[in-house]
């Protein structure tokens, strides 16, 4: 393992614990140094505004509590609602920082695995860039219909005003409750929530002191990777058909062992290969020899057909059912932030 992979490993393990250990106490001085920097961060931003109203998805906490496929299941109940959303993100990993539309033929690479799943998934406008006010004006020079805007992970950008906001916990809630590097924290618990906050919790339980609606992530097919990156759905199969048979599960994801969890909820024996996040796939980390391997979208991004060999591999889209009325509430919420500003 990497220097850098073994030491958020450690990290994670410290972190997702109800109670500080001895190293999250060793890190407490650069957690208080950290909070510092927050809040001279947000002192010094100065907040613009996008022509459309923005519903940020985001957390309070490092990594993997499931704002990816929030975006996705937001979006698409946004446009079965008759809204026209588009999507704006920082595009993490990326080359380059100009803002950048997600095309059909963009690569991950150029602009990001996840905004890449997420253009794939949804099919709107989205647009990539670290200046995300930028973004989304030139998302909507580009696409004057859109009305609404979700902006992916823009929690703690703090120079773009938003409207709402979905904030998302897994099962691991605030894990010690400490900022980082001492715990998992990227800001302080507020007492109570803003009144522009909605919680979401993804893994189907409560997981922190505030109320908020429940989702359940869901894996349920297969896609061979040729299929998927073509989007031929014909050649799909129900997960459990890979039921018996060995498959090297690899996830470059933050936290990775919830899909390895959830595979073998579906009753598939696997071995596991966790990944750190965003892994760029450079050189294939199993051997040539192996016969199938099963993975995320967001992997399977960076996995072109012509290089697999004689290795079998399966992709996994997750999915994120949103609650009756969850988007319907959001809108509301935009409703009334625009009734209050109004000139």
């Keep these: ?10 990290l994670a393990k410290h972190w997702w614990q109800p109670r ?4 999250s106490w060793m890190l407490q001085p650069l957690a208080w140094l950290y909070g510092r920097l927050v809040q001279a961060h947000r002192a010094r931003s100065r907040t613009g505004r996008a022509p459309v109203p923005i519903i940020v998805v985001g957390n309070l906490v490092t990594g993997g509590a499931g704002k990816t496929p929030t975006v996705i299941a937001l979006v698409q109940a946004l446009a079965g609602l008759g809204k026209r959303p588009g999507v704006v993100s920082r595009g ?10 997600v095309q059909a033929d963009s690569t991950p690479q ?6 890449w799943v997420v253009q794939r998934r949804t099919g709107v406008p989205v647009w990539v860039g670290q200046d995300r006010l930028a973004a989304c004006l030139a998302l909507c020079q580009a696409h004057p219909d859109i009305d609404v805007l979700v902006l992916d992970d823009g929690l703690q950008h703090h120079a773009l005003h938003h409207d709402a906001a979905v904030v998302v916990f897994d099962e691991r809630g605030v894990g010690n409750g400490a900022l980082l590097p001492a715990g998992p924290m990227r800001e302080p618990l507020p007492d109570v929530v803003p009144a522009h906050w909605r919680v979401l919790y993804t893994a189907g339980l409560r997981s922190t002191p505030w109320p908020g609606a429940l989702a359940q992530r869901q894996i349920q097919l297969a896609w061979p990777l040729d299929a998927w990156h073509a989007g031929d759905a014909s050649r799909c199969l129900p997960l459990q058909a890979l039921g018996g048979r060995p498959l090297l599960a690899a996830a470059g994801l933050a936290a990775p062992e919830k899909f390895f969890s959830m595979l073998e909820g579906c009753g598939l024996h696997i071995d596991r290969l966790p990944l750190p996040d965003h892994h760029a796939y450079e050189t294939l980390p199993w051997p040539a020899s192996t016969a199938e391997i099963i993975t995320t ?7 072109a057909p012509s290089r697999m060999g004689s290795t ?17 509430e959001l809108l509301t919420l935009l409703h009334r932030a625009h009734h209050n500003h109004r000139p």
Excluded at 20 to 23: E, F, S, V, Y
Excluded at 110 to 115: I, Q, T
Excluded at 312 to 328: E, I, K, N, R, Y
């Design 20 to 23: 500080r250990t001895g190293l």
């Design 92 to 101: 993490y990993g990326r080359r380059g920082s100009s803002p950048q539309a």
């Design 297 to 303: 979208e967001k992997d399977a991004a960076k996995l």
């Design 312 to 328: 079998s591999v399966w992709v996994v889209p997750l999915d994120l059912p949103l609650p009756d009325g969850f988007a319907s």
């Design 110 to 115: 150029a602009v990001g695995d996840e905004p």
């Design 1 to 10: 393992m990497k220097p850098a992979a073994w030491a958020e490993a450690l």
